[in-house]
Protein backbone atom coordinates (compact mmCIF):
# COMPACT_ATOMS: atom_id res chain seq x y z
CA UNK A 1 0.00 0.00 0.00
CA UNK A 2 1.26 3.42 -0.86
CA UNK A 3 0.82 6.27 1.52
CA UNK A 4 3.42 8.54 1.16
CA UNK A 5 2.26 9.64 -2.41
CA UNK A 6 4.63 12.51 -2.79
CA UNK A 7 7.19 10.24 -4.05
CA UNK A 8 5.40 8.42 -6.67
CA UNK A 9 3.60 11.59 -8.19
CA UNK A 10 6.69 13.66 -8.22
CA UNK A 11 8.97 10.91 -10.26
CA UNK A 12 5.71 10.54 -13.29
CA UNK A 13 5.85 14.38 -13.68
CA UNK A 14 9.67 14.08 -13.94
CA UNK A 15 8.88 11.05 -16.12
CA UNK A 16 6.74 13.37 -18.44
CA UNK A 17 8.93 15.99 -18.90
CA UNK A 18 11.52 13.22 -19.77
CA UNK A 19 8.69 11.75 -22.72
CA UNK A 20 8.64 15.24 -23.70
CA UNK A 21 12.36 15.49 -24.80
CA UNK A 22 12.45 12.34 -26.52
CA UNK A 23 9.54 13.46 -29.03
CA UNK A 24 12.44 15.83 -30.51
CA UNK A 25 15.30 13.14 -30.25
CA UNK A 26 16.16 11.68 -33.68
CA UNK A 27 18.86 9.36 -33.49
CA UNK A 28 17.92 6.18 -31.32
CA UNK A 29 20.60 3.71 -30.11
CA UNK A 30 19.43 0.37 -28.26
CA UNK A 31 19.55 2.20 -25.07
CA UNK A 32 17.53 5.62 -25.97
CA UNK A 33 14.65 2.83 -27.02
CA UNK A 34 15.44 0.63 -23.62
CA UNK A 35 14.96 3.88 -21.56
CA UNK A 36 12.02 5.28 -23.36
CA UNK A 37 10.77 1.52 -22.50
CA UNK A 38 11.39 1.58 -19.13
CA UNK A 39 10.07 5.32 -18.71
CA UNK A 40 6.65 4.47 -20.31
CA UNK A 41 6.34 0.75 -18.13
CA UNK A 42 7.74 2.34 -14.85
CA UNK A 43 5.28 5.59 -15.23
CA UNK A 44 2.17 2.78 -15.90
CA UNK A 45 3.14 0.64 -13.10
CA UNK A 46 3.18 3.52 -10.64
CA UNK A 47 0.02 5.28 -11.98
CA UNK A 48 -1.30 1.12 -11.18
CA UNK A 49 -0.14 1.36 -8.11
CA UNK A 50 -1.37 4.35 -7.07
CA UNK A 51 -5.12 4.02 -7.87
CA UNK A 52 -5.17 0.63 -6.31
CA UNK A 53 -3.66 2.52 -3.01
CA UNK A 54 -6.95 5.17 -3.81
CA UNK A 55 -4.51 7.70 -4.40
CA UNK A 56 -5.82 9.02 -7.46
CA UNK A 57 -9.56 10.86 -8.20
CA UNK A 58 -11.77 8.30 -9.53
CA UNK A 59 -12.61 10.62 -12.29
CA UNK A 60 -9.32 10.81 -13.86
CA UNK A 61 -9.47 6.78 -13.48
CA UNK A 62 -12.28 6.97 -15.58
CA UNK A 63 -11.66 9.17 -17.84
CA UNK A 64 -11.02 8.09 -21.24
CA UNK A 65 -7.83 7.85 -23.04
CA UNK A 66 -7.41 8.10 -26.76
CA UNK A 67 -6.26 5.17 -28.59
CA UNK A 68 -5.76 3.81 -32.01
CA UNK A 69 -6.87 0.00 -31.98
CA UNK A 70 -5.82 -2.08 -34.78
CA UNK A 71 -7.22 -5.74 -35.57
CA UNK A 72 -4.85 -8.86 -35.66
CA UNK A 73 -5.30 -10.73 -38.85
CA UNK A 74 -5.21 -14.18 -37.80
CA UNK A 75 -2.33 -15.73 -37.25
CA UNK A 76 -0.79 -16.72 -33.73
CA UNK A 77 1.26 -13.96 -32.06
CA UNK A 78 4.32 -15.61 -31.04
CA UNK A 79 7.36 -15.46 -28.88
CA UNK A 80 9.41 -15.65 -32.18
CA UNK A 81 7.26 -12.59 -34.31
CA UNK A 82 6.03 -11.02 -32.22
CA UNK A 83 7.53 -7.58 -33.70
CA UNK A 84 6.25 -7.88 -37.39
CA UNK A 85 3.49 -5.72 -36.95
CA UNK A 86 2.20 -5.26 -40.14
CA UNK A 87 2.41 -8.88 -40.61
CA UNK A 88 0.02 -9.87 -37.50
CA UNK A 89 -2.07 -6.73 -37.18
CA UNK A 90 -3.95 -4.93 -39.76
CA UNK A 91 -2.61 -1.30 -38.97
CA UNK A 92 -4.43 0.48 -41.89
CA UNK A 93 -7.65 -0.38 -39.95
CA UNK A 94 -6.81 1.43 -36.88
CA UNK A 95 -10.40 2.96 -35.25
CA UNK A 96 -10.12 5.24 -32.67
CA UNK A 97 -11.29 3.54 -29.23
CA UNK A 98 -11.84 5.59 -25.50
CA UNK A 99 -10.36 3.23 -22.51
CA UNK A 100 -9.90 4.11 -18.78
CA UNK A 101 -6.75 4.39 -16.95
CA UNK A 102 -6.86 0.82 -15.67
CA UNK A 103 -7.30 -0.61 -18.80
CA UNK A 104 -4.35 1.27 -20.28
CA UNK A 105 -2.07 0.05 -17.25
CA UNK A 106 -3.06 -3.32 -17.58
CA UNK A 107 -2.08 -3.55 -21.03
CA UNK A 108 1.21 -1.68 -21.04
CA UNK A 109 2.34 -3.81 -17.50
CA UNK A 110 1.13 -6.96 -18.66
CA UNK A 111 2.24 -6.06 -22.44
CA UNK A 112 3.42 -8.47 -24.56
CA UNK A 113 3.92 -6.52 -27.58
CA UNK A 114 5.19 -2.97 -26.71
CA UNK A 115 7.56 -0.90 -29.18
CA UNK A 116 7.96 2.19 -30.07
CA UNK A 117 6.49 3.77 -33.58
CA UNK A 118 8.52 6.62 -35.21
CA UNK A 119 8.01 9.43 -37.91
CA UNK A 120 9.60 9.80 -41.04
CA UNK A 121 12.05 12.14 -39.08
CA UNK A 122 12.96 9.60 -36.76
CA UNK A 123 11.09 11.21 -33.53
CA UNK A 124 9.25 8.50 -31.65
CA UNK A 125 5.62 9.71 -31.60
CA UNK A 126 3.60 6.50 -30.23
CA UNK A 127 3.69 3.07 -28.57
CA UNK A 128 2.07 -0.08 -29.99
CA UNK A 129 1.02 -2.43 -27.23
CA UNK A 130 -1.01 -4.97 -26.12
CA UNK A 131 -0.82 -7.83 -23.37
CA UNK A 132 -0.68 -11.54 -23.29
CA UNK A 133 -4.24 -11.99 -22.93
CA UNK A 134 -5.47 -10.02 -26.24
CA UNK A 135 -2.21 -10.27 -28.10
CA UNK A 136 -4.26 -12.21 -30.76
CA UNK A 137 -7.11 -9.69 -31.28
CA UNK A 138 -5.58 -6.39 -31.25
CA UNK A 139 -3.29 -4.40 -31.19
CA UNK A 140 -3.40 -0.50 -29.60
CA UNK A 141 -1.50 2.66 -30.19
CA UNK A 142 -0.90 5.45 -28.01
CA UNK A 143 0.66 9.11 -28.73
CA UNK A 144 3.50 10.16 -26.44
CA UNK A 145 2.18 13.33 -26.25
CA UNK A 146 -0.84 11.70 -24.75
CA UNK A 147 1.22 9.25 -22.61
CA UNK A 148 3.11 12.46 -20.61
CA UNK A 149 -0.06 14.06 -20.28
CA UNK A 150 -1.67 11.79 -18.24
CA UNK A 151 1.52 10.97 -16.46
CA UNK A 152 1.42 14.90 -15.46
CA UNK A 153 -2.46 14.30 -14.71
CA UNK A 154 -1.95 11.40 -12.45
CA UNK A 155 1.16 13.52 -10.99
CA UNK A 156 -1.19 16.70 -10.12
CA UNK A 157 -3.80 14.96 -8.44
CA UNK A 158 -4.55 15.72 -5.17
CA UNK A 159 -7.62 14.14 -3.89
CA UNK A 160 -9.87 16.22 -2.26
CA UNK A 161 -12.32 13.19 -0.25
CA UNK A 162 -12.19 9.56 -0.06
CA UNK A 163 -15.71 8.08 0.91
CA UNK A 164 -15.51 3.88 2.24
CA UNK A 165 -18.43 1.69 2.33
CA UNK A 166 -17.91 -1.74 4.54
CA UNK A 167 -18.68 -4.77 1.22
CA UNK A 168 -19.46 -7.60 3.22
CA UNK A 169 -19.31 -10.07 -0.27
CA UNK A 170 -15.45 -8.60 -0.62
CA UNK A 171 -14.42 -8.20 2.56
CA UNK A 172 -13.26 -5.50 2.49
CA UNK A 173 -13.92 -1.83 1.75
CA UNK A 174 -15.34 0.07 -1.64
CA UNK A 175 -13.77 3.30 -1.69
CA UNK A 176 -14.58 6.30 -4.17
CA UNK A 177 -12.09 8.85 -4.44
CA UNK A 178 -13.17 12.56 -4.74
CA UNK A 179 -12.08 14.71 -7.77
CA UNK A 180 -8.99 16.86 -7.27
CA UNK A 181 -8.84 20.35 -4.77
CA UNK A 182 -8.49 22.83 -7.46
CA UNK A 183 -4.62 24.56 -7.20
CA UNK A 184 -4.59 27.91 -6.79
Not at 7 to 28: F, I
Not at 66 to 91: E, K, M, W
Not at 158 to 172: E, I, L, N, Q
Amino acid sequence: MIWETGYWKSDLLRRASRLDARQVQRRWSGLSAGKLEQEIMLGFYSIRKLVEAHQVPDDLVAAGMRLRRCPAVGRPVTYLNYHRFSDLYDLSQAVLVSHNLRFVCNQVVHSYVFAPQFNADGQVEAVLFNSDRNRNREIFIVGIRDVAGVFRAVGDSDPASAHAVFDRKRGDFVVSVGKSMEQP
